[in-house]
């Protein structure tokens, strides 16, 4: 059977550093922070009352949504993913139809970890006051799972698969993966993938609770969040939204789209909570075995990957995560591959982590750079005896380079790797 060769047309994003792709690929060129202090964590008693955020006022949201539906909209998540999604849309050179008939041929994988867990409390609120009546019509579709891929989907008349997956922080990555396969085997012509997260306390509590999050830093909140430093102390938490549009090539081609780059491959597996893998902690076996079938999948060799975006959230597996990178490439210390990770400028921001990394991985590709690693000037021993340091870029790299890999793990002992190729034609 042939198979259809797939291809990144489209970018959107709503990130604490940025909430369109002009601000954000300015942001993660240079470094710049989108993490800050919040107020109400510090009123509530949080630990860490720092946390990264988009920034967005009442003008842009009108510009995605109605007035009627803007006038009970309490689903942050639901927002970031509309204003990402619809971007990446429009990004691709894709009109937002009106037609009367659904297009059969796109549809969207657009994950969440939840949604509206502010309209959740809001509706629990009134049916304890005894004031059903009062909860309208809007509850549902704001606080289901799929609420997000039900907007995008309504607001672009979608008629192919339209779901959302939950993959806890693989989220993002899982999303973009699930559509790969969908394109090349000829279900869709193209797919909008991507991720969400709500903001806010209810969201972020659980993570404070487990003491994984920073307490160090709420005085200093754009130094917070450390991936791969020997003073990380805990992730920073973040929140957002990251789509793409995927594509096959045929139909890229058929309309003349400007295409960012090319998914050769990938792999999802699950540690089982064996082998040392439990519900926040991953198995490196399964870790290992990921990035090795990712590549086998992208029928490449593990040289051949000049960068990778890793997940390092800025806690005690960051070296961990190295470790297994090195044992998956069979690399020496001095042959590994540069390696980022975009949270020292966002946090963490849980689902949504892996799609709005896949949207910078992209846009490291097609413009020819590597972002600098931010608050990272102390790198972690364990790391520099593991691969040489300057692998570990703190400063913006120009440069051009073929291959990418994108990876995601997730509570739950849950894996997902992404391999990315710079487009050329012909």
């Given at each position: 059977?042939t198979?259809?060769r797939?291809v990144?047309?489209g970018l959107?994003v ?5 909430t369109?792709?002009?601000e954000?690929l300015h ?7 989108g993490?800050?202090?919040?107020p ?8 860490c009352?720092?946390?990264?955020k ?10 995605y949504f ?9 689903s942050?998540g ?14 691709a050179g894709?009109e937002i139809?009106a037609a ?14 939840t949604?509206?867990i502010?309209?959740f409390?809001?509706?629990i609120n009134?049916?304890?006051?005894l004031d059903i009546?009062?909860?309208g019509?809007?509850?549902?579709a704001?606080?289901?799972a799929?609420?997000?891929s ?5 607001k672009l008349?979608l008629?192919n ?8 922080c693989?989220t993002?990555?899982e999303s973009?993966?699930?559509a ?7 279900k869709?012509r193209?797919?909008?993938?991507g991720s969400?997260?709500d903001?806010?306390p209810y969201?972020w509590?659980?993570?404070d609770?487990?003491k994984?999050?920073?307490f160090k830093h709420?005085n200093s909140?754009?130094s917070g ?7 990380a102390?805990?992730f920073?938490?973040g929140?957002?939204a990251g789509?793409?549009?995927l594509?096959?090539?045929?139909s ?8 960012y780059?090319e998914?050769i491959?990938g792999h999802i597996n699950?540690?089982g ?6 519900m926040?902690?991953p198995?490196?076996g399964?870790v290992?075995?990921?990035?090795v079938k990712?590549?086998?999948?992208a029928?490449?060799n593990?040289?051949?990957?000049d960068v ?5 959230t800025?806690?005690s597996k960051?070296?961990l995560?190295?470790?297994?990178w ?5 690399s020496?210390k ?9 949270k020292?400028m966002?946090?963490h921001?849980?689902?949504?982590s892996g799609s709005i ?8 590709l097609?413009?020819?750079?590597i972002?600098p690693?931010i608050?990272c000037e102390d790198?972690n ?12 870029p703190?400063q913006?790299l120009?440069r051009s ?7 995601s793990f997730?509570f739950?002992?849950v894996n ?7 487009y050329?034609n012909?």
């Amino acid at each position: 059977m042939t198979e259809n060769r797939v291809v990144i047309t489209g970018l959107g994003v709503c990130a604490p550093n940025g909430t369109t792709v002009e601000e954000f690929l300015h942001a993660i060129k240079n470094g710049l922070s989108g993490i800050s202090h919040q107020p109400e964590l510090e009123r509530l008693g949080f630990s860490c009352q720092i946390a990264g955020k988009p920034t967005l006022d009442e003008a842009r949201i009108a510009q995605y949504f109605t007035p009627l539906e803007i006038r009970s909209l309490a689903s942050s998540g639901i927002v970031y993913g509309v204003i990402a999604g619809l971007d990446a849309w429009r990004n691709a050179g894709l009109e937002i139809s009106a037609a009367a008939d659904p297009d059969w041929d796109s549809g969207t994988f657009f994950g969440t970890g939840t949604s509206g867990i502010d309209k959740f409390r809001w509706a629990i609120n009134k049916i304890d006051e005894l004031d059903i009546r009062k909860l309208g019509s809007s509850v549902v579709a704001q606080t289901m799972a799929s609420g997000v891929s039900a907007f995008i989907s309504g607001k672009l008349g979608l008629g192919n698969q339209v779901s959302t997956n939950s993959a806890a922080c693989a989220t993002g990555t899982e999303s973009i993966l699930m559509a790969y396969d969908h394109i090349k085997s000829g279900k869709a012509r193209r797919m909008l993938a991507g991720s969400t997260s709500d903001s806010g306390p209810y969201i972020w509590g659980g993570f404070d609770a487990m003491k994984v999050c920073t307490f160090k830093h709420n005085n200093s909140p754009e130094s917070g969040s450390r991936p791969m430093s020997a003073t990380a102390s805990g992730f920073v938490p973040g929140s957002g939204a990251g789509a793409i549009v995927l594509e096959s090539l045929e139909s890229a081609q058929s309309r003349n789209a400007s295409i960012y780059a090319e998914v050769i491959g990938g792999h999802i597996n699950s540690g089982g909570q064996r082998g040392g893998g439990t519900m926040t902690a991953p198995n490196p076996g399964a870790v290992q075995r990921c990035i090795v079938k990712a590549i086998e999948n992208a029928r490449i060799n593990p040289e051949d990957i000049d960068v990778i975006n890793g997940h390092l959230t800025a806690t005690s597996k960051d070296a961990l995560e190295i470790e297994n990178w090195k044992h998956a490439l069979g690399s020496s210390k001095e042959n590994f591959p540069y390696i980022n990770s975009l949270k020292g400028m966002i946090g963490h921001c849980i689902s949504a982590s892996g799609s709005i990394e896949c949207v910078a991985s992209v846009l490291q590709l097609y413009e020819e750079f590597i972002f600098p690693n931010i608050n990272c000037e102390d790198l972690n021993l364990e790391i520099s005896s593991l691969i040489d340091e300057r692998r570990v870029p703190r400063q913006l790299l120009k440069r051009s380079f073929n291959i990418l890999a994108k990876a995601s793990f997730g509570f739950g002992d849950v894996n997902a790797c992404l391999i990315l190729k710079k487009y050329r034609n012909g």
